[in-house]
């Protein structure tokens, strides 16, 4: 490719051609290094030699107070990590915070946006408008709003379900309704994004595909099945993947301000357990492994979501 | 996703059977969901507006509002230095994301170089290392190169990120070639026509890409978190959690910390609610 541009562009004169061959026959040449510098400097420096950093972390024992010596431990770390019941209880409330937002982060929206096509320009804007607000708000804004919503004493909601007779709900501290809640306050921030991206995968879809179905006598869920579902695919997976890839992250905000992870442990995740590790206990060598294998995990998960995306998502060439 | 796709209503033509009822439940069911959506953030503005004596009232407006509990968290804590951080931190994060971005983008588009594909690796990955991941080494870093408790600290490790890098570099790779052949043949002046240029004509996604950073650094916590010590060094996110006490949190003046943190936000987001909305659509969350 560079040869034929190099082609294209050469003959001119003979310093010109000298020039192109310079830049374009994969001599070194220092400019575009420099532009690339500061943004790939930033990125060594502050994600992959501390992603290696704490890889190498992951086999020490250290308290990270900067005196004390670290340790060489081996493989002990990620030994007693996996023998924890801490650990595997960590583990599974990310897999239910991960599938427990998907009603709301894929779902729901989709069919919301599905059932909203018909709906006029005016209505629609402004609903949209409405629903996307949570996405903007902070995380930590979020949390307070829902802790006091759902704060036990008087409580909006508290007092709404008493009102309707169905007695107290300790959202927030009954081990029972903590996780639970804390997926549905992660999912809240989502619902509004995600309808909005299926919105507008939906009104993107050529109608004539919808017309030629309903000339030939297709029923209206034959066609949601059949044409829409299959074209919103890419919106689909990719909803999914960021589900999958981040929704145990979005939800470690919620877990830090409204739980610490109770009651009893029952809204740990991975990254709050790391988390913990790391600034309560102060064992730099357990958040380490701990975060080790958060990021294998994710990473073949991403690898999976990839393969996923490229088999099956279906494109509208 | 274009203007033209989020707006686009063509709604008799793929509808024929929309009778009554079935209108009536899509709006309704829309309704619900605004609702679901908008009355958290009503609710914190009506309770930030009661006065002491009204906090747990279910009312649906205050009957005596007042402005209190505003006036109690600006005097109790330094709220108002905190968020004069914040729009600094997150001004200068946003800058320094357009500018390492259209830097790296450039470079990218200019030249066809044989790493370029590692070199694109390398920045699309580091958007998968969870920031957790990193924390302590971050947090080791920052503490010897004299960051914590700093201004500059809370900007720098978030100065380049490969969302604005890969969305300058697309948006510049659907820029008129010729433009770009020319830039290419006049290796010595890059850096004029990356200025005068293609910069001029990026308006667009530098605008989205501005947005979406100013926001995402005005809702950052953990960073700030771990590296404040002083809250006249920190940021608003942090100020909430002031009034949140073991004992019982005070509900008033932290529904106004609330308020306070999230109206700067409200207000661009009512000023350029299609773009925002239109900026986050193109970008996937962050």
Redesign the interface.
Known sequence: ??DI?AEV?GPATAK?AS??S???R?QF?I???L??A???I??M???????A??FR?SFYQWN?L?TSPQRFVGLTNYQRLLALPEMRNALWNTLYYTIGLFPMSVIIPLF?AI???????R??T?????????????????A??????L?E??G?VT??LEGLGLGRIGFLTDPLYALPTLTWITG?K????S???FS??N??IN?SY??AA?IDGAS?WRIIRDIRLPLLSPTIL?LSM?TV??GA??S??YI??LTNGGPLKSTTNI?YL??EY??QTLS?GW??AA??I??AG??VL?AICMWLTKRFAFYDN | MTTDALDDHRPSRSAPSRGFARGFGVHAVMVLLSFVSIFPIYWMIVTSLRPENEIFSTALWPSDPTFDNYLFVVTRVPMLQMLFNTTIVSAATALLQVTTGMFAAYALVRWRLRLSSVVHGLIALSWLVPFQVTMIPNYVLASRLGLLDTLTGLVVPNAAHAFAILLLYHAMRAFPTEVLEAARLDGARSFRILWQVVTPNMGAPIASLSIIAFISAWNEYFWPLLLSRKPENSVVQIGLQMFMTQEGNLWGPLMAAAALASLPILLIYLVLQRHVIESFMKSGIR
Not at chain 1, 45 to 51: D, N, R, S
Not at chain 1, 115 to 121: E, M, N, P, V
Not at chain 1, 127 to 141: D, L
Not at chain 1, 144 to 149: A, F, G, N, V
């Open positions: 490719m560079t541009q562009a010109m020039m192109q310079e830049m374009t994969g040449t400019a575009p290094w532009y690339l500061p943004a790939l930033l990125l420096v502050w994600t992959y030699i501390p992603l950093e704490t972390l990270m900067p919301v059932w909203t096509q018909d709906l006029g320009g209505a629609r402004i609903y949209r408008a409405m629903i996307f607000v949570p996405m903007i708000i902070a995380p930590v804004v979020a307070i709003l829902w802790r006091w919503l704060n004493d008087q909006f007092l709404a809240w989502l619902i509004g994004f309808t909005l991206l507008a995968a009104a993107g109608p919808i017309e309903r209206r990719l960021m890839l981040f992250q979005w470690f905000a830090n301000v990254f790391l988390w790391g600034f730099a958040s380490s975060g080790m958060a990021f994710f990473a991403a």
